[in-house]
């Protein structure tokens, strides 16, 4: 998507009043007509010309952030990251970002822990270095799994990690695909959440499937609404797998809530795959029902563990994901396919630094 430059607003300046001493000594305000016309003039929309635009990139997704710079038309700022000897993580910005609007471009996917650390040296370094704004944009936001208390003695990790991101220096937060939208909540700084179904539904409208013949599928009583967004622009009913969670690992499908699948293909969608224990116990739950094809897409491909493995041997007739986190090709399952995001995330950044509207992307 391409857009014109930002159209200008008017407004009326109106001179300062004149003052005129009287013949007594005293001041009295000139009469309006006295103080010269009004005039016109053009105010940008935006309070930073795009030259004023800083992007900056950690060492977790160089890649995707050149391509966003790439569709921006603007240059990576240039920054040092090194580890010294014990581990520990040493940082420099190597350009003047005073007065500057700033965009640090690091998803938390793994390693977690040192992207995440890493994110917040980064944040220190630009608010030290006196920027404006500085917007932390995360393809990926790790640590979201544990949104709730849902136990006792344990911890709310999302809300913790979102805590240490605002308070690090970030003004604002551009995400895509949170595992749960609370999360918007958790941060107390604006949050942009961007959403990867557009990217996904293209894929599938060129593969011109009928709709008569496809099930969306839910893997879990969490993913309904978005199993709902997918059927409304591809068509199609919906089914969703009742699942059982044992441990965080083991998980079990019990039933198919919806449907029928029965010689349909079935497409199912999930913000992440991890280890795919849940999504090809789901599969398999599908074809012993008399599922005719399986595809799979997923915004998040963290891949961790047995992962790959299992959706090799799973019986899919493809894997859908994007590049929100990098992946080589012999870290992929069989018949996949990388969307990319770039587009997405870089008209993003351009309608924040113009402080134009984000939702608009999705009307």
Not at 1 to 10: D, Q, S
Not at 13 to 29: C, E, I
Not at 100 to 115: E, G, K, M, S
Not at 245 to 264: F, H, L, Y
């Amino acid at each position: 998507m391409i857009l014109a430059e930002p159209k200008c607003v008017w407004y009326s300046v109106v001179p300062a009043p004149r003052l005129l001493q009287t013949d007594k000594g005293r001041w009295k305000v000139a009469p309006e007509s006295s103080r010269g016309a009004n005039h016109q003039c053009p105010l940008p929309k935006s309070p930073f010309p795009m030259n004023d635009l800083k992007i900056f990139s950690g060492r977790a997704h160089p890649d995707l952030s050149g391509r966003i710079c790439d569709y921006l038309g603007v240059p990576l700022g240039q920054r040092s990251l090194a580890d010294f000897p014990d581990g520990e993580i040493s940082c420099r910005i190597e350009e003047d970002v005073r007065g500057r609007d700033v965009f640090l471009i690091q998803p938390t996917c793994p390693p977690v822990n040192d992207a995440l650390m890493e994110l917040l040296i980064m944040l220190d370094s630009c608010k030290r270095a006196s920027a404006e704004r500085i917007t932390t944009v995360l393809p990926y936001f790790g640590y979201a799994r544990q949104d709730r208390k849902d136990e006792g003695r344990v911890p709310i990790t999302a809300k913790m990690v979102a805590d240490i991101i605002s308070r690090a220096g970030a003004d604002r937060v551009l995400t895509l695909d949170l595992h749960a939208p609370q999360i918007q909540g958790f941060f107390d700084v604006p949050v942009d959440h961007l959403y990867a179904a557009p990217v996904l539904n293209e894929h599938f409208l060129k593969m011109d499937l009928n709709p008569e013949e496809l099930v969306i599928v839910s893997p879990d009583e969490g993913s309904i609404k978005r199993a709902l967004g997918h059927a409304k622009r591809l068509g199609g009913r919906v089914a969703i797998i009742d699942k059982r969670r044992s441990s965080a690992e083991d998980t079990q499908q019990e039933n198919i809530i919806g449907g029928p699948v029965d010689g349909k293909i079935c497409l199912m969608f999930d913000d992440m795959i991890s280890t795919a224990g849940s999504i090809c116990g789901a599969a398999k739950k599908l074809k012993e029902v008399g599922a005719r094809e399986i595809h799979v897409a997923t915004t998040h491909a963290v891949f961790c563990g047995p992962a790959v493995e299992r959706l090799t041997e799973a019986d899919l007739a493809g894997v859908v994901c994007t590049d929100s986190i990098p992946r080589a090709a012999d870290q992929m399952p069989p018949r996949t396919h990388v969307l990319g995001i770039a587009p997405l995330l870089g008209e993003a950044i351009k309608r924040i630094h113009r402080n134009e509207s984000v939702s608009r992307l999705f009307t």
